[in-house]
């Protein structure tokens, strides 16, 4: 896992009081990303995963049905 910054505005967190992880829908890449972690029995911090502070949050939250890519669009927008 990435260490819980914003990566909206990069402010660190205070995790868990503030803000928190967003999985975002998953890409045909981040499905391929996933099998062959499994099958290596890795972990990592996911490529449709993100942290988010407090105030981008509930924003992102709403966004999860998109992929990461779009969501990050319009939250940096
Ligand atoms: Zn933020």
Redesign the pocket.
């Known amino acids: 896992m990435k260490p819980p910054i914003?990566?909206?505005?990069?402010?660190r967190l205070d995790y868990p009081d503030d803000?928190g992880l967003i999985y975002f829908k998953k890409r045909q890449s981040d499905k391929e990303w996933q099998k062959t972690m499994e099958k290596k029995g890795m972990v990592g911090h996911p490529p449709y995963a993100e942290w988010?502070?407090e105030?981008?949050y509930e924003k992102a939250k709403e966004l999860k049905n998109l992929t990461i890519d779009e969501a990050m669009g319009i939250l940096k927008d």
């Open positions: 914003c990566c909206i505005c990069h402010k803000g988010f502070c105030i981008h």
